[in-house]
């Protein structure tokens, strides 16, 4: 029962269905202590993974957030997880999702469309679709012309001169989002945009970190000062000091890590009767009880899993 093994990624969106339905109420979940710690538990599966971006890797915080954006919007958490950037510490999300998201809820009857006229400056996109409850037809349009008015067409580096079609499509579509349904893009900007408008001009630059854009404010170099020696007799520190209790693991989260890496239910048993045992010194009854529905959430999985193995 060692540490947490890193996972491939398979199965990981059937084990977030199993413990956090996909209708299921995000706030009430991070309110209910067992919802929450199941949660947290796929959070942790999430960042264990080597198909996740880095700014996930070993981050069970990013990865929770993550899941409460997936799971409302009904998507593999994988992949919002691989088209969300951050923009001035904001989450960001790329067009692509953006799109994805509005085209798999229930608010656009047959998704979005999209009309191309014009040439030049006059070269335009039209994104519309027809809303499901009431029929009315909704639209934005975005031009070529309204791109160098705003400036976009000749930001450095941009996409608009290469690719300009297909960024009229993106810019229409999540104008047409924005401005009928903006609340399933939960206050998130597109990532394009909010490159855009946190440009060079805004007195920031860009620091690339793998696949995260993020832009901070510049600052001044500060001058460079020489380390002061330590004063005769000054203590040193001790590398082999224990780390402070904030950095300790509980009880509680040490069994939920075993849960996690557990992959027979003779295993879960064990833990089981370990966690039982300690109950009364280490574990309260409310440790106990989270643990518990760790272990009957991943028993739940391993028999699902088995059952699909001997139907194929």
């Known amino acids: 029962m060692g540490e947490l093994q890193t996972t491939g990624g398979a199965d990981l969106a059937k084990q977030t269905e199993s413990l956090i339905p996909a209708d299921a109420d995000i706030v009430a979940a991070l309110m209910d202590v067992v919802k929450y710690e199941q ?23 990013n990865c929770t957030i993550a899941l409460t954006l997936a799971i409302p919007w009904k998507m593999n958490p994988l992949m919002v997880m691989q088209k969300i950037y951050f923009v001035h510490n904001t989450p960001a999300l790329e067009a692509q999702l953006i799109i994805a998201v509005a085209n798999n809820s229930s608010m656009f009857d047959g998704g979005i469309k999209f ?18 409850e009431s029929g009315y037809i909704v639209d934005s349009t975005v031009s070529v012309a309204m791109a160098k008015a705003s400036g976009w067409w000749g930001k450095k580096d941009s996409w608009w001169p290469k690719i300009p079609e297909q960024m009229l499509k993106y810019r229409s579509a999540t104008f047409l989002i924005r401005t009928t349904c903006p609340e399933l893009l939960m206050g998130c900007p597109e990532k394009t945009e909010a490159e855009e408008m946190a440009g060079p001009d805004n007195g920031t630059h860009e620091a690339t970190q793998s696949r995260i854009s993020m832009v901070i404010p510049a600052t001044p170099d500060a001058p460079t000062q020489e380390p002061k020696p330590d004063p005769p007799g000054a203590e040193q520190p001790q ?15 040490k069994y939920l890590a075993y849960v996690a890496d557990a992959d027979t239910p003779e295993l879960l ?44």
């Open 39 to 61: 949660l947290k538990l796929v959070a942790g599966m999430y960042a264990n993974s080597s198909l996740v971006p880095q700014s996930f890797a070993k981050n069970v915080p």
């Open 115 to 132: 009309e191309m006229s014009g040439e030049g400056d006059s070269l335009a996109c039209k994104a519309w679709a027809k809303l499901s």
């Open 239 to 253: 590398p082999d000091a224990d780390p402070p209790p904030s950095q300790k693991m509980t009880p509680r989260e």
């Open 269 to 312: 048993d064990s833990l089981a009767q370990s966690a039982t045992d300690e109950a009364t010194d280490d574990l309260s009854a409310g440790d106990l009880e989270v643990v518990e529905k760790a272990i009957d959430a991943r028993k739940t999985y391993l028999t699902r899993g088995e059952r699909s193995n001997q139907s194929t």
